[in-house]
Structure formats: C-alpha cells, structure tokens
C-alpha cells in the first residue's frame, strides 16, 4: 500500500460516517517519512451535541439489548477485525510507524478484547442477599452506568480504543470516544467493524478535534456517566478534576515509568532477551516500558554491555519494510523531547554508551539509547521518557532494590529477574505497583487487570474489574 491508499479519515456519529468537508481539519503525518497522508474533521459544537444525543438515545436501545445478543455483535466484530487486520494493520504502520509485524498483531487482537468483554458481559450476573425477613427478597443487580466519554493515545492506537469500547459496550453502555488524532484510522477500523456488525445506530460514536476543547465539552455534559482515558498523568490529573467536579467515576491509565530490579543470581542472557523485546516493541512508546534498570552491584557492567550490544543490532527503519524491528517515534514532538533528556542526563554526569542521536532527516527515528550511572538528579531519573531509552544505577541489597523501585510517584508496571523464592515474595508484597512481572515480562490481555496505583492512575482497563468499572449496583428490596 502506498501514502495515497490512506483513505479520508471521517468522524462516526449516530451511525453515520461524516467526512472533513465544512469543517476545520488537523493534518495526519507518516511518521516514517514526515509526510502529511490525510487529514482529520474537527468536530463542531454541533457535531459534539449530535454525538452526545445519539449516545444517550443509543444507550436505551443498547441497554434493552439481551446480553447474549449484545455478546453476539461483539463478536462478529472481533472475527471482522481479524479477517481484516493484514489491510488494517497497514494503515496503523502508516500512520503510526510501528512496524507492519506488530500493526497486524495489535489489530488481530482487538478482536481478542471484543470476544472476551462480549462474554464477560454475559456473566455480569449480581446476587441474592439472605434476607433476616421472612418473605423479604434482596437482590443486587449491576446495571449500566451509562454514556461513557473514551480519550486515547496514539501509541496503541487501536488496543487501547478496543480496550475501553469493549468493556463498556460489553456492559451495555454507550460510548463517545475521541482517539488520538495522529492516529484516526486505527481507531475508526473498530467502529467500522462494529458498524458493519449491526451495532445499532448511537451506542458507538467517534469525534477528533483539539484534545482540551473535546474532552472539556463531553466530560461536563449531563449524559455522560463515566469518563475512561489513558496518556500522561499531567492530563489525566486535569480530567479526573473535571469529572469529580461533576461526581463522575473515572478510569485513569497514566504515564508510568517502570523500574526492573536485577539480582545478581538471575540468568543474565532471559533478562536482557526479555527486556530488550519489552523495551523496544513499537520504540519504547509504552507505559509498561521498562526503563530504570536497577543492577545488583556485581552485574552492572556486564548486563549494560550485553544490552547495549543487542540494542545497537536493532534494525531501524520504515515500518512497511518486514525486516524491521524498529520504526519511527510517532510524531515530530518526540524526537526534541527525547534528545534533550538524554543530554540533560550526560550533563548530569551519565555515561551514555549507545545510542542517543537521531537516525535520519526524514522521518522521526531515534537510536535506541542506553544511558548508565544515571544520577537521580537527572530529568530522566523521574520524567517517562516514553521512547527507546533505558537509564540504569546498581544497587547493593534488596532494601536498596525496593526503596529504587519506589522512589517515584509513578506506579504502573515494575519488572524482577532473580532465581530466589525469598527475594520473589519480597517484591510481590513491597513494590509499589500496578503490575509486576518476575522473570518474566508483564503481559497484558483482556482477561488479566491492566493499571496503575499512586500517579499512575486508579481503576482497570483488563479484567473483570474493566467491565465492573463500567457498572452501577443497584439494591432492590422485595417485600
Ligand atoms: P500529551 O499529554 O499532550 O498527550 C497524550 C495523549 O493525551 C494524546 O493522545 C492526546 O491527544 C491526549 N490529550 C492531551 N490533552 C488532552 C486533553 N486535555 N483531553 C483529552 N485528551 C488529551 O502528550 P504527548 O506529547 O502526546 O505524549 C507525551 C506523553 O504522554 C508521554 O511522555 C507519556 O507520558 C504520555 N502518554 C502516555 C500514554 C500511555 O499509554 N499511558 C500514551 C501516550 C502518551
């Protein structure tokens, strides 16, 4: 496929695919070449209005729905977006840069979250509380909590859409959600697919535009019940205000900045395989992505030179092209932003023993980077750097290990590698974390939770705990 085969992105309200005409429109570039591909509407007032009555109409039909037949859309769509992600996963890459290899993955498991939320939701089934009356009849029936308003990133710009569209319209809510507007298409792919599934006309609605005007205008509408993002916890902060403003629940996915304690009896030769696949995957442009290496005292050295020595190997390069391991960051903001960190770190006093320039004019790729003995004063030690960029320390003893680990006010993901049940025990019950994955990476998945704790954000986007996050119990007594 070449630039030109990128079709129009459009807006979807109340069932009906709007394109760019009349309206204002921000560009979409190819972040590989710089290249503007397409553009995307700007949702007017009228359209945001449109797309909140059409949201609140579509949740009392998609309300009424049986969950079976609810679960049954749901999972044409899914087997729709694993027919379909070879093209869709085309479009990701050109719009996103992450290699093709990983654009089919992630659009193939979208379908993966609709099917299993499409179950999960028939299995939302309350309870029936004893009663100390004779005759008296207490039941607790979760219900829908209603219209929910969606903002996502561009970095995985269609997991993370699927995520939050399949655990509300699993529960029976509606939805308006404003993707990333780097990345339309790998957000719009989902609602043509639910579109052409037969969802009924309002319960999903796609909007873009300037990202504070929109989340401001949807947040503080009395039809939206529930608020979901994910992206950095500045923004987060600001939405989770607006919407505790107007006692709405929110679901916060926010910046993380995960630390990965080594131990000097851990296999070396996993725990730079394992990391190097977690760090670099779609250019370190994740919030679970490791990043403070900790190193016990004794293997410092060796596991930087081994782990500089596979990063410098890493094929870089366009997306479209199959032998490539790494593509571009996804936008022109990120390159500065990285650089400048890592020569705020060198300056700081880091050694930096790969990496750290730009690849190329065109395009906006970076090395991967490791940067060692980063002092804690360093921007980097404490800002995400949310890109392809490992900082490490040593550490003497496991109380050094977990007072690291815990130094920030991030708590998203956190990574171990050691042999010792004892060391093993000690982080599952010490570090301050979301999620941790001991020699092993975490993997996230529809069935398993997926957040943070402290500056990371609060409420689920995996699991059961997602689809209740979508729900209301309401108590019924019955005389
Ligand atoms: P940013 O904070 O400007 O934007 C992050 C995302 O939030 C974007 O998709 C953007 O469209 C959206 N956004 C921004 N302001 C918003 C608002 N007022 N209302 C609704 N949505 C809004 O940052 P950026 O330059 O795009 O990315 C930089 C940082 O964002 C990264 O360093 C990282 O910390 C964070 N980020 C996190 C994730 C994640 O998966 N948690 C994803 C992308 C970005």
Sequence with gaps: ????????????????????????TLPVLNPATGDEIGRVPVATT???????????????????????????????????????APVLGRLTTLEQGKPIAQAIMEMAGCGE???????????AYGRVVPSRQPGVRHL??????????????????????????????GAGCSMVIKPAEETPWSALALARALDDAGLPKGVL???????ADISTYLITSPIIRKVTFTGSTAIGKQLARLAADRMKPATMELGGHAPVLIFDDADLDTAVAMMMAAKFRNAGQICIAP???????????????????????LIIGNGMDSTVQMGPLANPRRVPALTSMISDAVAAGATLACGGNPVSNAGFFLQPTVLTNVPDTARIMSEEPFGPVIVTQSFDDLDDAIAKANRLPFGLASYAFTRSAKI???????????????NFPV???????????????HGSDGGPEALAGCMVNKYIVEG
Excluded at 113 to 123: L, M, S
Excluded at 150 to 169: D, E, V, Y
Aim: net charge neutral; proline share 7%; with cysteine.
């Design 443 to 457: 993997l996230t998945g529809p069935e398993t939770p997926f957040g943070g704790v402290k500056d990371s954000g």
């Design 113 to 123: 979250y609709f099917d299993w939320f499409a179950e999960e939701g028939r299995r």
């Design 291 to 313: 990043t403070r290496f900790y190193l016990q005292n004794s293997i410092h050295d060796r596991f930087c030179t081994a782990f500089s020595a596979a990063a410098s190997r």
């Design 205 to 211: 609605n796609v909007v873009f535009g300037i990202p």
């Design 46 to 84: 009228a359209d945001l209005d449109e797309a909140l009555d059409a949201a609140a109409k579509g949740f009392r039909v998609w309300r009424r729905m049986s969950a079976i037949d609810r679960s049954a859309i749901l999972r044409r769509a899914a087997n729709l977006l694993r027919e379909r």
């Design 1 to 24: 496929m070449v630039d030109q085969d990128y079709p129009a992105p459009q807006l979807f309200i109340a069932g009906r695919w709007i394109d760019a005409v009349g309206r204002d």
């Design 424 to 438: 093993m025990r000690a982080l599952g019950d010490e570090v301050e974390t979301g999620m941790i994955g001991i």
């Design 140 to 169: 607790v029936i979760p219900e829908p909590i209603g219209p929910v308003a969606a903002f996502t990133p561009w970095n995985f710009p269609a997991t993370i859409p699927s995520r939050k569209i399949g655990a509300a319209l």
